[in-house]
Nanobody, 127 residues
C-alpha cells in the first residue's frame, strides 16, 4: 500500500509556471506507475499525465501536451508535474494517483485503473 500527499498548489497568473509534487510513503514507490488527474470546478475529474514505473514512458492529455511535464524521482519517492503556460482553464484540484503496473513500461490514463489517490491540491490560474 502507498499513501500519497500532493503539494505545490496555489494561485498563479496566466502564462505562469508551477511545479506540483506528490510524495509517496513506503519503500516500494519505484514499483508503481503514477498519474496526475484534475477536477475543474463543477466538472468531473479528468486525466492529465501518466508515467510508467520505469520512468521511460509518459503520456499526456491533449489539453496539456507541450505545456506540462511529468517526471519521477524514485530516490525521493516523489512524482512531479511541471506546468507552464498556465491558463484559467487549468484551474482545478490536482490529484496524483498510483497503481502497480502489469509491465514496467505500462502507463494508465483511466481513473478506474488507479488504486491509490492523494487528497488533492488546488491550482487557481488568474487571467
Amino acid at each position: 500500500q502507498v499513501q500519497l500527499v500532493e503539494s505545490g498548489g496555489g494561485l498563479v497568473q496566466a502564462g505562469g509556471s508551477l511545479r506540483l509534487s506528490c510524495a509517496a510513503s513506503g519503500r516500494t514507490f519505484s514499483s508503481y506507475a503514477m498519474g496526475w488527474f484534475r477536477q475543474p470546478p463543477g466538472k468531473e475529474r479528468e486525466f492529465v499525465a501518466a508515467i510508467s514505473r520505469s520512468g521511460t514512458r509518459t503520456y499526456y492529455a491533449n489539453s496539456v501536451k507541450g505545456r506540462f511535464t511529468i517526471s519521477r524521482d524514485d530516490a525521493k519517492n516523489t512524482v512531479y508535474l511541471q506546468m507552464s503556460s498556465l491558463n484559467p482553464e487549468d484551474t482545478a484540484v490536482y490529484y496524483c494517483a498510483a497503481r502497480l503496473p502489469l509491465y514496467s513500461s505500462s502507463y494508465y490514463y483511466r481513473e478506474a485503473e488507479y488504486d491509490y489517490w492523494g487528497q488533492g491540491t488546488q491550482i487557481t490560474v488568474s487571467s
